[in-house]
């Protein structure tokens, strides 16, 4: 044999197991150790979409036109959730840690006792969150990073939908949110709240712009259509308020009630009206010269306690079926009080209303925000009281029931317990104007 081939051989050889060594040890240092994440999962796409046909698809079957981002970063692991002791006001602080992002609008089922959580968490995502009565918490739908309302609502029934703006998505889940159908995609924004009567029909009030219309649904909430549009019901408002300004009189609807066969709707901005048909939809008169946001049935079902949605200009008001109009029975203008409602709650037979300044800004007003509450719909308290606040953008507050005595509150995105009076406390403490 030639010495030199054979020396060559040897080189090849070295040569070939210095490749494989080097190709072991990079194999070996990119495997992952055992509990820990490797950066690549932790930047996996993990943004979630619901399927039209139910269920849970992730961004490689999305559907087609839905702007969702490439990436999303996912806290890991989920947050554990901290439940601080009460405040001088009263107040159990539900902290998450690490934070989930400004949490807004609520809704406890009461039949499962789990709480749902509309939140705008860090970078903008907007989602629903889900709190088990075991403090589980686990996000079942994400929606995009877009600015924008999200809805969050239950039925009736139970049946919970959610809505995101931008671009306009509603869906539906009737196991708590396990599972998601996709039921309507040409929204033009969201619905600022639902009704139902019951039996299988529901009604969305569209909160959009220049876009006052009332969506329907005849098969509990499965597929919706534009049903009444008050601009063709009410056209001489449906024109600029302000030759520079685009926005029409009647711009978009507000809050949505259904209760013995009468439906009413809120609708605003610069003409306000709350609206009632007591045939179906076919005629409406107006109950109210103020489009409700908010509203809570009275307990012996006699009538309805409307919201307002102005700064200073409209209070609480009683609507009793029968009567030609409502009555108010509270205005925040002389207790320096703010006036938007967005959220009103009966907790043991008593009523709460909170009131805050709202995402707009208002040049020189900085008012009390903070809950109000009654025994009766009539004689108002001073329940919460909070002062000004300069952060105005997040001084919007939902209420949600817990049990009979206590309940859920957001208050400058953060979530709260409080306790509903008991005992002689409205015997202790007096009303606004005493």
Do not use: C
């Amino acid at each position: 044999m030639d010495i030199s081939k054979l020396k060559n051989y040897k080189v090849i050889v070295i040569i070939v197991a210095v490749l494989l060594a080097l190709v072991l040890l990079l194999v070996r240092n990119g495997a992952e150790t055992p509990g820990e994440t490797s950066e690549s999962e932790i930047l996996r796409p993990t943004l979630l979409a619901p399927s039209p046909q139910g269920g849970i698809i992730d961004l490689v079957d999305k559907p087609s036109g839905i702007p969702f981002p490439d990436e999303v970063r996912e806290p890991e692991p989920l947050p554990p959730v901290q439940i601080f002791p009460k405040s001088s006001q009263g107040l159990n602080r539900i902290a998450f840690n690490p934070p989930i992002g400004d949490v807004f609008q609520i809704h406890y089922d009461r039949s499962s006792g789990n709480l749902f959580m509309a939140a705008v968490e860090d970078g903008g995502f907007r989602a629903i969150w889900r709190l088990s009565p075991e403090l589980e918490l686990r996000r079942v739908l994400t929606g995009t990073s877009d600015p924008g309302e999200t809805f969050l609502q239950a039925d009736s029934k139970g049946v919970l939908y959610a809505g995101f703006a931008h671009p306009g998505y509603l869906f539906r889940s009737d196991d708590l949110g396990d599972t998601w159908e996709w039921v309507a995609d040409d929204i033009g924004e969201t619905f600022w709240s639902i009704a139902d009567d019951g039996e299988g029909t529901l009604w969305g009030a569209l909160h959009a712009y220049n876009e006052a219309i009332l969506y329907r649904s005849t098969d509990d909430g499965h597929s919706w259509e534009k049903w009444v549009d008050f601009h063709e019901v009410y056209p001489q408002y449906a024109v600029r308020y302000d030759e520079n300004d685009r926005r029409f009189k009647l711009r978009h609807l507000h809050d949505v009630a259904y209760q013995d066969g009468k439906l009413f709707v809120g609708v605003g901005d610069f003409t306000r009206m709350t609206l009632m048909s007591e045939d179906g939809g076919v005629t409406w008169r107006e109950v109210w010269n103020e489009g409700f946001t908010a509203h809570v049935p009275l307990v012996d079902g006699s009538g309805l306690l409307l919201g307002p949605d102005r700064l200073q200009a409209r209070g609480l008001a009683l609507y009793r079926f029968g009567e030609d109009g409502a009555t108010e029975v509270w205005n925040p203008a002389p207790y320096d009080y703010a006036g938007y409602t967005y959220s009103m709650l009966e907790l043991g037979g008593m009523y709460f209303a909170g009131f805050h300044i709202e995402t707009t800004p208002v040049e020189g007003f900085h008012g009390k925000t903070g809950i109000i509450v009654s025994p009766d719909g009539r004689k108002w308290y001073p329940f919460l009281e909070l002062d000004p606040v300069s952060n105005w953008a997040r001084t919007d507050i939902f209420m949600a029931p817990h049990d009979q005595w206590s309940g859920y509150v957001t208050l400058n995105g953060a979530l709260y317990m409080f306790e509903a009076p008991i005992g002689r406390w409205f015997e202790v403490h007096s009303a606004f104007g005493e």
